[in-house]
């Protein structure tokens, strides 16, 4: 999978009031108005430390008491897509896929062009099997993102092969290749793949292996861009 990509939830918008203000502009019988502004201003402030909480506890990988913290904010403000996209990524931590799912979903319905969401719903959509879906999430990324498409697609075939599904991975894999055709490790693991897909047949009453087109290619030009690689 490609490092800096995983993670990509967004910003936190803060809510600010200025009371100060807000008092000056007030006629002295408009009590209402100002307790209400303070309600607003101490609601921030408790989302504010929620998700606080929420992103140091998501750090040291306490994905339950981060999922609690992010959990309190999106009760307080659910039209954060923030709030959504951390809380996804503490559930996936925790390895409650279907809700980290959902937490994306809800993610992406407040942010669609974020391309990064997509790609990591893409993720947790191959760890629950739903693999078309992950193709779709993925293309999508790739779409919005043209410039890291290349990864997208690896990360595509990358989480494929973590799920042990070979045949699957080659396709998104020669996708990323198309556009990035020196990326040595896509090479590396488009050649295990279609090993993977080699059959057996009997010649003369000996089993010899019959690997699919591209196998050796595959393998050699990783070589050839990293002679030292592992």
């Given at each position: ?6 993670v ?7 809510i ?36 606080n ?9 306490q ?21 959504w ?17 959902t ?8 942010r ?5 969401f997509?790609?990591?719903l893409g ?22 993102d043209?410039?890291?498409?290349a990864?997208y ?25 198309e556009?990035?055709?020196?990326r040595?490790v896509?090479?590396?693991?488009l ?11 009997i ?5 010899k ?15 050839e ?6």
């Amino acid at each position: 999978y490609q490092d800096g990509v995983m993670v990509s939830t967004g910003e936190f918008t803060r809510i600010d009031i200025d009371l100060a203000k807000e008092r000056a502009q007030m006629p002295a019988e408009q009590k209402a108005q100002e307790e209400e502004i303070r309600t607003e201003e101490e609601k921030a402030k408790n989302l504010q430390e929620h998700f606080n909480l929420g992103l140091e506890y998501l750090k040291q990988k306490q994905y339950t008491q981060a999922i609690s913290q992010f959990e309190s904010a999106a009760e307080i403000d659910p039209q954060q897509h923030a709030i959504w996209a951390n809380l996804a990524q503490a559930y996936s931590g925790a390895n409650q896929t279907d809700k980290g799912i959902t937490a994306y979903e809800k993610a992406i319905a407040l942010r669609p062009e974020e391309a990064g969401f997509h790609n990591n719903l893409g993720g947790l959509y191959v760890k629950a099997g739903r693999f078309d879906q992950a193709r779709q999430a993925f293309e999508k990324a790739a779409t919005l993102d043209p410039g890291k498409a290349a990864t997208y697609h690896f990360n595509l075939g990358a989480t494929l092969v973590n799920q042990g599904a070979m045949k699957e991975a080659v396709e998104p894999l020669r996708k990323a290749l198309e556009l990035d055709p020196n990326r040595a490790v896509a090479h590396y693991w488009l050649g295990v793949c279609l090993y993977a897909g080699a059959e057996s047949k009997i010649e003369g009453g000996v089993v010899k292996t019959v690997l699919q087109p591209g196998t050796v290619e595959a393998f050699e030009k990783y070589l050839e861009l990293e002679p030292n690689g592992p």
